[in-house]
Nanobody
């Protein structure tokens, strides 16, 4: 069983930066890919970024490419999402999730384990 816990969400001004963290416990993430999804009120989970734990290969949605960076610290079993140049449309609850697919699939149904989410609010 994999347990994921996100942190780092808060309110920030337009153009500001945040770093979200996701700590995995229960087992090594070797062989998994870890992804970030956002969910705005009344909407479905939307893919943001993912990283293959083994290779470090990264995947991004077009809406965040060039602004967000996903990374992982293997020793700490922790994944990060550095978010720069934040926009109001980035406002959402952000979830980290793990998939045994070992590549950064953008489809939420392929992720088996989910964290509880952390709120990011971007305002003027």
């Amino acid at each position: 069983q994999v347990r994921l816990e996100e942190s780092g969400g808060q309110s920030v001004r337009i153009g500001g930066s945040l770093r979200l963290s996701c700590v995995a416990s229960g087992r090594s993430m070797r062989g998994y890919a870890i992804g970030w999804f956002l969910q705005a009120p009344g909407k479905e989970h939307e893919f943001v970024a993912a990283i293959s734990w083994n290779s470090g290969e990264t995947y991004y949605s077009d809406s965040v490419k060039g602004r967000f960076t996903i990374s992982r610290n293997i020793a700490d079993n922790t994944m990060y999402l550095q978010m720069n140049n934040l926009k109001p449309e980035d406002t959402a609850v952000y979830y980290c999730a793990a998939t045994g697919a070992n590549y950064g699939t953008p489809y939420s149904y392929e992720y088996d384990f989910w964290g509880q989410g952390t709120q990011v609010t971007v305002s003027p």
